[in-house]
């Protein structure tokens, strides 16, 4: 038996799904539409169809393909240009030459279609249409048949007064091929207004029978909603895919599920998805396969199809996310939000009822978005943040997008270049740096690869080796879901923000250079450079002097690949060493806690008398220190303390802080003699500030335990910062809790305002403006020193948010500073959006 299976339709009705999806492929309960009336059709013995496709047709043809897959044939028949219902039939009539069955390919129903084929047999006739009963008839067309079970009458889509019956057509038929004869070829037909009232004309019967079951036009997106919680609900005959795990919840293959997270019945979640911790999914929802669904999230009469990631306490209620969303932490969408495949919703943004955000498209970070999203470009996102490119490993960041990124940066080099890449101990970043490796290597550039090494360490080997570059790939370790690529110039700094607009220009054009195959690049593995790192680490180092103070000392290695090198540096220096977390391990960063890490940290100082407790990041950068009474020392106060000894070890020396480091920092440097220079507030701009002073620069020194030694290193590092806080201490003779006793209190207060992209020049400008009389540094954002104290605003680079930080004489008075600039950026704001509107 042969069925005609009509999937031309736009389904502009359910836009913005469909406008990248023809309407039969969207999925009900994860599987298509049109594959749901495929396995209708072979359930009741059809096995051959034909498919009438014109919108998207590719989509079809590629999903199902001859069939094979799928127990049935399927050929197809392509409309150049719309036809209608009998149209597009006629115009397969080749395919037809018996009896045969027409249905729509994005209805969802079990009809017995048996049924329908023998009421047509026993009837011998030539046309037999499937009628339903509904509740609501206004939106179908009305057909009123006599008492023989023939037609007498057709309505599209009538008005209360003009219904005079409840029986509508399906749109199921089972035809002969003598009704060829109504459909002239190449004409635009529609069975209901002109093929069947043209038979009636001529006194040629349809008959037509009404059929029990289940049957659904869906055509809205409220009716693709409650298509899903009908076959969810068992209201539907047709197989849910996956394992019923529980009365009413299905699980697909390969997927975990936290046991602290909860699912109410009926669910269906599909293949490989990833269920966090305190995670709800509340019934009617469904999930797509390979999404993701973070910790403390709450999925509510919602479907996602696949590919979806939401972020950590985001809820999501009554809203359909098309393929490959991103929705990030703390997102809120109402009932009836449908957002179109590849939108990013940024932190904290709300979805109001009834918004649609077509394909595509950029929600910012704490916005609150009422009217629908169509036509606005995706556009304020660049690729590079301060710290690299950066996004959620295998969801933003997977390996595509990592050998894209290499392919653009080497084709930024000439062939034969030489690029040295390190990883940390995770299986996702050794998965990207794979593909990292093999994009340089396809644009004809060298790879020279230390396989697990410190970031530092990589920066020492491409500023000691003929190295043009590097790039360093490990998790975050602030966000251990989120993987950062660095990129590294042959200096051994971060990229500058101008090649970073090269690469990303080339990645967004896919320029990347074409070599011959003897032309590739190729893979070498340097020996000994940790070796040679730690022995240039120990040249800088006051040895003699360390040795001699015979330091007891708790070091915490946070399971990172520090704890590769440290060991061999501290069994140099002498003293008595605790060392706790002292290997690299992914599984045990992830799962261990920073804050309960450091108070361990702090208890083990305390109890074992210790001088002091160092606590290295897992990448190598970073520092946090815990003095002998336990106290934790905030970034501002290491900051503060490391300046001191510094100038006070080497009088004289210049030392480079960013704009907004607390007074103390400066007054500390001053007063033992050396020299503050203000520099901007990245990696980039405190390293470039350093380099250009680098024959008295003594020190740069960030605000979050980050420190850099120019005569040793450009970048960060936190290896080298704990070597040289134990020489400045040796060489002082100062004791780490009586410094820290001398900083006294810092009263550095923030406040962070939700800014659109469009807004921040003018917040910027208009705040510039109305100084009046103050004279600001304009070194990163806007600096002004007063008598009591000084204040900053500086915009964000990555995110739609301008920050503000104050210090006045105490806390009080900051916070007051800080929340009125606050509330001015907020009255600019909206007079802004006021003027938009």
């Not at 396995?39 to 079809?60: C, P, Q, R, S, W």
């Not at 919703?345 to 929600?363: E, F, H, L, N």
Request: glycine share 10%.
């Amino acid at each position: 038996m042969k069925a005609v299976i009509m999937a031309g339709g736009e389904g502009t009705r359910l836009r913005p799904l469909t406008a990248t999806a023809p309407k039969p492929m969207l999925p009900v309960a994860n599987r298509p539409m049109l594959e749901h009336i495929l396995n209708l059709l072979k359930k009741h013995g059809f096995d051959e169809v034909v498919i009438t496709v014109a919108f998207m047709a590719n989509a079809i043809r590629t999903y199902f393909g001859d069939g094979s897959d799928f127990g049935i044939r399927i050929s197809y028949s392509n409309e150049d240009s719309p036809l209608g219902t009998a149209g597009s039939v006629g115009n397969c009539r080749e395919m037809l030459e018996s009896t045969f069955l027409v249905i729509s390919g994005d209805v969802l129903t079990d009809i017995d279609l048996s049924a329908v084929l023998e009421f047509h047999r026993s009837r011998s006739a030539m046309a037999t249409i499937a009628l339903k009963s509904m509740e609501n008839p206004l939106e179908f067309g009305i057909v009123t048949t006599n008492e023989d079970q023939t037609v007498a009458r057709f309505l599209e889509k009538p008005t209360w007064g003009q219904v005079f019956s409840d029986t509508i057509n399906t749109g199921i038929y089972v035809l002969e091929p003598e009704i060829f004869t109504y459909m002239p070829v190449g004409k635009v037909l529609d069975f209901s207004h002109d093929v069947f009232p043209r038979m009636l004309s001529d006194g040629v019967p349809v008959h037509a029978v009404t059929c029990e079951g289940y049957w659904e036009d869906v055509g809205t997106l409220e009716a693709y909603l409650g298509a899903q919680s009908d076959a969810l609900a068992g209201k539907v005959e047709i197989d849910l895919p996956g394992f019923m795990i529980d009365t009413g919840i299905y699980v697909g293959s390969a997927t975990e599920i936290h046991p602290g997270a909860h699912l109410e019945a009926p669910v269906l979640v599909g293949d490989n998805c990833r269920i966090g911790a305190g995670a709800r999914i509340g019934p009617y929802s469904v999930i797509g396969s390979n999404s993701r669904i973070s910790k403390s999230a709450e999925i509510n009469h919602s479907v996602l199809h696949e590919n979806v990631y939401i972020g950590e306490a985001s809820i999501v209620r009554g809203t359909v996310i098309g393929k490959s969303c991103d929705v990030r932490r703390s997102v809120h969408t109402e009932d009836g939000v449908v957002l179109g495949s590849d939108c990013y919703v940024g932190d904290g943004a709300q979805i109001m009822a009834r918004v649609k955000v077509y394909p595509s498209k950029t929600v910012q970070s704490g916005a609150t978005v009422l009217t629908s999203i169509v036509w606005e470009s995706k556009g304020t996102r660049s690729v590079f943040s301060p710290t690299g490119v950066k996004g959620i490993a295998n969801v933003d960041i997977g390996p595509e997008l990592a050998l894209r990124l290499a392919m653009a940066y080497g084709s930024t080099l000439r062939p034969g270049a030489r690029i040295t890449t390190a990883r940390d101990s995770s299986r996702a970043a050794r998965t990207l740096k794979r593909a990292i490796m093999v994009g340089l290597n396809a644009v004809g550039v060298d790879v020279a690869d230390l396989e697990v090494a410190t970031v530092p360490a990589l920066r020492f080997h491409v500023r000691n080796t003929s190295s043009k570059g590097g790039i360093a790939v490990g998790l975050d370790p602030l966000d251990p879901e989120s993987v950062v690529i660095r990129f590294i110039d042959e200096g051994g700094v971060d990229l500058d923000e101008g090649t970073q607009r090269k690469i990303e220009r080339g990645l967004a054009r896919e320029d990347f250079r074409n070599v011959l195959a003897g032309e590739l690049g190729d893979i070498e593995f340097p020996a000994r450079n940790t070796e040679f790192y730690t022995q240039s680490l120990l040249d800088q180092a006051e040895v003699s002097r360390i040795r001699e103070r015979n330091f007891k000392l708790v070091v915490d290695y946070s399971y990172g690949v520090a704890s590769h090198i440290m060991p061999g540096v501290l069994s140099k220096l002498g003293g008595d060493i605790l060392g706790i977390n002292p290997f690299s391990s992914t599984k045990r960063m992830v799962e261990s806690l920073p804050a309960a890490n450091l108070a361990r940290l702090a208890d083990l100082v305390v109890s074992s008398r210790s001088e002091m407790g160092i606590a290295i990041d897992p990448v190598g950068e970073r520092l946090q220190v815990v003095d002998s009474k336990g106290r934790i020392l905030s970034g501002y106060e290491l900051q503060v303390l490391m300046c001191r000894l510094a100038a006070e070890a080497k009088p004289g020396a210049r030392i480079v802080i960013p704009v907004g480091s607390p007074r103390a920092t400066a007054d500390a440097i001053e007063r033992f003699g050396g020299e503050a220079v203000l520099a901007k507030r990245s990696i980039t701009g405190l390293s470039e500030a350093a380099l250009a002073d680098s024959g008295v620069c003594a020190l740069a020194a960030g605000l979050e335990g980050d420190f850099s030694f120019p005569t040793f290193l450009p970048g960060f590092d936190g290896c080298a910062a704990f070597v040289q806080l134990l020489s400045l201490l040796a060489l002082t003779g100062q004791n780490l809790a009586e410094a820290a006793d001398e900083i006294g209190v810092i009263s550095v207060v923030s406040e962070s305002v939700v800014t659109p992209w469009e807004t921040k020049g003018m917040v910027m400008r208009l705040l510039l403006e109305g100084l009046g009389e103050a004279e600001p540094l304009l070194i990163d954002g806007i600096y002004v020193s007063q008598p009591k104290g000084w204040y900053l605003i500086v915009p964000d680079p990555v995110e739609p948010i301008t920050h503000v930080y104050v210090e006045l004489n105490n806390e009080v008075e900051s916070r007051m500073l800080a929340r009125q600039l606050a509330e001015r950026i907020v009255q600019i704001v909206r007079d802004a959006d006021a003027v938009r509107a």
